[in-house]
């Protein structure tokens, strides 16, 4: 297969054939991102059948979206991953074989850890300069490959840690997303998850994720699917009317 050196599964079968889709049709969904994407793109992969919709999960554990830059993990340095460079030929691939009509892109946790790229003089965070120009650019690089074939990019907001408010940090990268759909806005459209993740009341969505505050329960994941599915297809139509 020619996915296995992206160390994650092939398309879904399908039994529709992709070039002749109405211009506002959601058939394919493909979720991109991290492990948070991986564990609320099984929710989708549940969800989407019923529904005529065909889900392709590719997240990929341990991996965000910002190229070539030195992170820190706790008090640990980590050189660029290679196993998460590819993601510009993994995308180009995967939207060449998969067709999708809508990409849910969730891949926050990795990138906004402390970074540095070579010609920075320090370690940067959300909200400073050098390093919301670099993710800036980066996500542009990703939300132009992932629409090449026409499709919707649906970028998720970073929400709360569940059971906390949201802090400066997941706000300055929601910022930079913001700043990413705002240039794109006949290929983009961002789906807020604070007001259903976090907040007031008691919302079955309250307790989607598992204990570290993350991560998708596979209930959680269903309940998110069912919520989230019906905007994926409302921003699909959004922006076929742009």
Known sequence: TPFAKFDIPG?????TAPPARAARSMRRILVVGDSVAQTLGRGLERWGPTRGVTVWNAGRKYCGLGLHAKRVVGLV?????????????????????????????????????????????????????????????????????????????VWLSLPCTEG???????????????HVVAQRPTTAQLIDLEPALCGPGDSPLHHARSDDGFH??????????AW???RLATARQLVARS
């Not at 408010?165 to 913001?178: G, K, L, T």
């Not at 998708?216 to 699917?225: Q, Y």
């Open 11 to 15: 398309p879904p079968t399908t039994t």
């Open 77 to 153: 340095e980590q050189q660029p991953a290679p196993a998460c460079e590819d993601w510009p030929q993994m995308f180009h691939a995967a939207v060449g074989a998969f067709h999708p009509d809508v990409v849910v892109v969730s891949t926050y946790i990795w990138d906004e850890m402390p970074h540095r790229l070579p010609t920075w003089r320090t370690y940067e965070v959300p909200g400073q300069a050098h390093f919301d120009a670099w993710l800036v650019h980066d996500y542009e690089v990703a939300n132009d490959e992932l629409a090449a074939n026409g499709a919707t990019v």
């Open 164 to 178: 906390q408010p949201v802090n400066s940090m997941q706000r300055a990268m929601n910022n930079v997303v913001q």
């Open 216 to 225: 998708f329960t596979d209930s959680g994941a269903d309940v998110f699917a």
């Open 228 to 230: 989230l599915g019906p």
